[in-house]
């Protein structure tokens, strides 16, 4: 039997994996996008700013970033975005989140979300490779350090 990629894994490999695809899917996201794509972009970051729980937060930064891989409409990099994900959902994932996450991080965190869909608004391709850089360079920095 073979091990899951979650029992292979750890949490800073997740987030470099994260950093080398995520800008690229936000960048197809901006080109590709639908208008009701970016509504329910914008429906996740109210839910999320309104998550009492980091569960119910994690559920809803989740389902945004899910939202942005799907606006790509690349079906491998989604496979792949999905693959991640799923180590996300992992035991570990979810403690090491709960110790880390508080309410300046989850400030913060919903203002780089917001700009960077705005930027897929926008079609601003570059700003949006920049902004998901940022965003996933800031949750590694806060999980790992």
Not at 124 to 144: F, G, K, N, T, Y
């Amino acid at each position: 039997m073979f091990p899951l990629p979650a029992d292979m894994t750890n949490p800073s490999e997740v987030m470099e994996v994260r950093l080398i695809i995520e800008p690229q899917i936000a960048d197809l996201a901006a080109h590709r996008a639908t208008i009701n794509g970016i509504e329910f972009m914008k429906q996740c970051l109210e839910k999320g700013e309104a998550a009492e729980d980091t569960a119910s937060y994690e559920m809803w930064d989740g389902a945004l970033h899910r939202a942005i891989a799907e606006a790509a409409r690349n079906t491998l990099l989604l496979a792949l975005f999905n693959a991640v994900n799923a180590i996300r959902e992992h035991a570990v994932w979810g403690q090491l989140k709960e110790a880390t996450l508080n309410d300046q991080r989850r400030r913060r965190y919903s203002i780089q979300h917001k700009n960077l869909v705005r930027a897929i608004e926008r079609r601003d391709a570059v700003d949006c490779q920049r902004l998901m850089r940022e965003h996933l360079a800031a949750v590694r920095d806060d999980m790992l350090n």
